[in-house]
């Protein structure tokens, strides 16, 4: 079963008042950081498996944030020791599943409450009444992987505005490595020959086994034969890569 997911933002307004700006937050400009430890009410707090508090400062005075699904957007006052979050707060709409949905509702609010925020070269730590959220530059906690040689396997299928989640996605892997590209779709393997260029990687016509495939294995194979195709702009972010073209892409993680 295919669960899709709009991708498109959904501008929601918070309760801060606050003028924003850079403020005495150029220190932050420019950063992602990643969370460590969180205690809440002098306890610590778990996170759902595989996520973290993620929080990214612009350089032209924006911050956004995600905690395991959506990810959320506005402007940022750094000013006075404390994040003060704009009026107008831009997020994506994806259905978040279990302790994911409540996620985005408390990170939300953590952030509305003006948490006080300190800079220790590149861990930032920031508190509010009850809530301390240990974070680390992503540089540090999670550096970019290697497009060549890493096993990508596939976690999202992205056309239009809408993101697919599947059983079987996991199954779906590739390699890059110079000129050659080698994968399964999760029924048959494949290889074949790929162009490369900055931010970009060209894929011509691959060759595949003739296993048969039924089902949704049959239908993850022709998501992926093509997503695979063409001109494609990629971004590797931790160990995350992102294939894109003009009317969608896929999403892969690598297996640390």
Same mark, same amino acid.
């Given at each position: ?7 498109? =933002? ?8 606050? !003028?924003?700006? *850079?403020? +005495?937050?150029?220190? =932050? ?52 020791? /404390?994040?003060?979050?704009g009026k107008e707060i831009a997020s994506t709409a994806m259905?978040?599943?279990g302790p994911l949905q409540g996620q985005d509702s408390w ?14 070269? !590149? ?11 240990? &974070? &680390? ?36 892997? &590739? ?9 399964? *779709? +999760? ?42 195709? +063409? ?5 590797? !972010?931790?160990? *995350? ?5 003009? !009317?969608?892409? =896929?999403?892969?993680?690598? /297996?640390?």
């Open positions: 079963m295919i669960v899709l997911a709009s991708t498109g =933002l959904l501008l929601l307004l918070s309760a801060c008042g606050n !003028d924003v700006g *850079t403020g +005495g937050g150029a220190s =932050l400009a420019g950063r992602t950081f990643l969370s460590t430890s969180i205690t809440e009410n002098g306890k610590p707090r778990p996170l759902a498996a595989k996520t973290k508090v993620r929080l990214q400062f612009t350089t032209n005075g924006r911050i956004s944030w995600n905690a395991g699904c959506n990810s959320s957007d506005t402007t940022v006052s750094t000013s006075d020791g /404390r994040l003060s979050l259905g978040c599943m990170i939300g609010g953590v952030l509305l409450a003006k948490p006080a925020w300190k800079l220790d070269g !590149d861990k930032l730590v920031l508190s509010t009444e009850n809530t301390t959220i240990s &974070l &680390l530059d992503k540089e540090t906690a999670e550096p970019d992987l290697a497009l060549d040689g890493t096993k990508w396997n596939l976690t999202t299928v992205v056309t239009g505005e809408a993101a697919s989640h599947q059983a079987g996605f996991e199954k779906v892997w &590739l390699t890059l490595n110079g000129e050659r590209v080698t994968g399964s *779709t +999760g029924c048959n393997e494949f290889q074949g020959m790929v162009a490369r260029a900055t931010g970009k990687v060209t894929f011509g016509e691959l060759a595949t086994t003739r296993r048969a495939c039924a089902g949704d294995a049959a239908t993850v194979e022709s998501l992926v034969l093509k997503g695979l195709k +063409g001109d494609l702009t990629y971004q590797i !972010d931790g160990s *995350t890569l992102q294939l894109r073209s003009s !009317d969608g892409g =896929l999403d892969f993680t690598a /297996r640390r």
